[in-house]
């Protein structure tokens, strides 16, 4: 190792020690000052301490991140993170050209569900897994689809060069067998048995590298899903380009999704602008960016939001199209003109060095699996409001207790080593909530004593692929 790394592994070690002196000492002066002092006076030294521990916090970040860099393995990360990259995308061009579409098995899914742009990505990336995973060729219907009537190809590469059409000799439904030449595919909320090829499930061969390489594995593995499906027609390429350059869109910039109209108070909470612009300006502390130089990529469904942003922020700069929040009111949603501001916004989303938003929406979701595409390991590059991510109608998969928890209160959740957590959510405060399934119990525990195991499934591995 460099003299660096060594100097910066002791100083981190020095620092959480310190760390811990000083909360601890803060903790107890806070306890034995509490009748003595003025309300006021007992404010500021509050306000200092938090100011305290987060240059602390700040320092200890900052050195971890470097350690990365100086470790030796930054060009191993890059390298593998392509290599990985070329392989899958190998394999899904394999899997959609078969050489004979007259006899290749297909799988079929229809490109009709009832929701949104990210929750039909989402669709079209489930049936693409288990297409995969049954090494059947995934054929999209999407003529009529509710976002544009001539269907996927009106903005996305066909998923296919050589094999487009849905018949065969035989047909079956879900799941079907071997025999049959044809599988239909139903939407995830109705399909049975569920498939064990979609999220959290990651291909077993390519685990134990991904697992090295990636802190988030499934989000990397769905970002490889859409790294091919969503390849933009030349048309669509040129868009997005241009609503680039024309935004004067450029790093540093942090990219924030307000998700509002038909969500609020029915699938989400409603988030004032200044929560997000605080995760905002967290990160361009973190990595000293200086005022003039703190830009915002603002997408929403509410055109308002941007408006206001812009107004309360005027030291910021702030981009966004309230004209394309306009296209996506519930009223304008499926036309061709919100296609494309949804597709320009989540692309410009995924650009972004950070991600501020809600994971409760779809549309911040795909905009994270994008993201993934472009760094060797981006699982760290968001702030959510709400939910942790989540694949909607994943199969289920219990986190793991990696150290033992005593309740110290009565909403507190006990652990013990192994055990399997059923995770609601992360309050974003050092608790999580979720159920111990071995005492069949809900409560708070400390978010970091549970962790997310990789779920190894056994997809089939594609010899004639070349690694
Ligand atoms: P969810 O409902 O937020 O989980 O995500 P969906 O993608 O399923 O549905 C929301 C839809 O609202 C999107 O697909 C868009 O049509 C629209 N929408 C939401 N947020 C935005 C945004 O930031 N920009 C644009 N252009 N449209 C949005």
Known sequence: PSLEYEQLRRRIRDGVQEMWYYVNSELKNIKKNNYDFTPEQRDKDIQDSLKNVWEHKKSLIS?????????????????????????VQRRFRYLQNPSDCDRAQKLVCSLNKGCGFGCQVHHAAYCFLVAYGTERTLILKSRGWRYHKDGWEAV????????????????????????????SLPIVDNVYPKPVYQPPG????????????????????????????????????????????????????VGIHVRRTDKVGTEAAYHDIDEYMLKVNEYFDQHDIKLEDRRVFLASDDPKVIVTAKERYPTYQIIGDPEIAKTASVSRRYSDSSLQGI???????????????????????????????????????FASLDDIYYYGGQNPHPHIARLDH????????????????????NHWNGYSKGRNVR?????????FKVRNPIEVVDFPKYPEVPI
């Open 406 to 425: 005593t309740p110290r209160k009565s909403s507190e959740l006990e652990l013990k080593i192994n055990d399997p957590i059923e995770v609601f959510g």
């Open 156 to 183: 996305f590469k066909p998923v296919s060069d050589t094999c487009l059409s849905p018949t065969g000799g035989s047909h079956a439904n879900w799941p079907g067998d071997a025999t049959k030449q044809v599988v």
């Open 202 to 253: 990651v291909p077993a061969d390519i685990a134990p590298r991904l697992e090295k390489l990636h802190g988030h594995p499934i989000v990397w593995w769905v970002g490889q899903v859409l790294k091919y499906l969503l390849r933009p027609q030349e048309n669509l390429e040129r868009v997005l380009e241009y609503s680039k350059e024309k935004m004067g869109f450029k790093s540093p910039i």
């Open 343 to 381: 597709i320009v916004d989540i692309h410009l989303l995924s650009l972004c060095d950070y991600l501020v938003c809600t994971f409760s929406s779809q549309v911040c979701r795909v905009a994270y699996e994008i993201m993934q595409s472009s760094h060797p390991d981006a699982y760290n590059r």
């Open 63 to 87: 050195d971890i991140d470097r350690l990365a860099l100086v470790d030796g393995y930054q060009d191993w990360r890059e390298k593998e993170a392509k290599d990985l990259s070329d392989l």
């Open 439 to 447: 005492i069949n119990t809900v409560g708070l525990y400390p978010s």
